[in-house]
């Protein structure tokens, strides 16, 4: 296994060679199995990634897969996340940190199948859908990972760690533009109904 901060160190390091908010990341799949570009007729997925946990030197991710691969999702995911690593966060507000993010992918339909936080992986896959669409840029909402029994009974949920689903559209909009070969985004939030017990959102 990669040591986590030898992995963190490398993904800062590359961030920045491509002259990205270094602290969000992305990985397409196995040979980015779904990476395509606008260019080529695909479609983007764009919001934000960050938590509310404190600390240093972790990350939190959030995989997907193509719905086809249905039960063998898990061989076949790819993800996005967020790294505290460093401090170019687009947003740092002393409760939140996070960073907008972008993948351009193949049109078609996908699952959100987990997450991870702090090295800890989601042990059971969940069904949160998301369409891909050629020339589109949907936004799928701020997602933010909490560690905070009293916020997620709040909100409905019975996880002490888990992902909130925010709509901050106006908010990230213009940290999105900002991303290399970005365009505007239409706002098509996940159904955090369907990502539980890891995903909520609050009323």
């Known amino acids: 296994m990669i040591n986590k901060l030898a992995f963190l160190l490398w993904i800062g390091a590359l961030a920045t060679s491509q002259n990205l908010q270094a602290s969000a990341f992305e990985d397409y799949g196995g040979f980015g199995k779904y990476k395509q ?5 695909g479609g983007c997925i764009s919001g934000t990634i960050g938590t509310s946990i404190p600390g240093k030197n972790f990350n939190v991710i959030v995989y997907f897969a193509g719905s086809q691969y249905g039960e063998k999702a898990r061989f ?3 993800y996005f996340g967020f790294t505290t690593l460093d401090m170019k966060h ?3 507000d002393g409760k939140l940190r996070a960073s907008a993010f972008q993948m351009c992918l193949k ?5 959100i199948i987990g997450i ?7 042990a059971q896959e969940v069904r949160m ?3 891909v669409e050629t020339g589109k840029n949907v936004y799928l909402g701020s997602l933010v990972f909490h560690s905070d029994a009293v916020k ?3 909100c409905g949920s019975i996880n002490k760690d888990g ?4 709509d901050e559209f106006s908010r990230d909009q213009p940290l999105i533009l900002r991303r290399k070969g970005s365009i505007a985004a239409e706002s098509r939030l996940l159904d955090a109904v369907k990502g539980k017990p890891y995903f909520y959102h609050c009323p």
């Open 37 to 41: 570009s606008l260019a080529d007729g």
């Open 76 to 78: 076949n995911k790819a």
């Open 90 to 92: 687009d947003i740092d």
């Open 107 to 111: 049109p078609g339909d996908y699952e």
């Open 116 to 122: 991870e936080a702090r090295g800890m992986e989601s």
């Open 129 to 131: 859908p998301f369409k």
């Open 152 to 154: 997620a009974i709040g």
């Open 163 to 166: 992902v909130e689903i925010r």
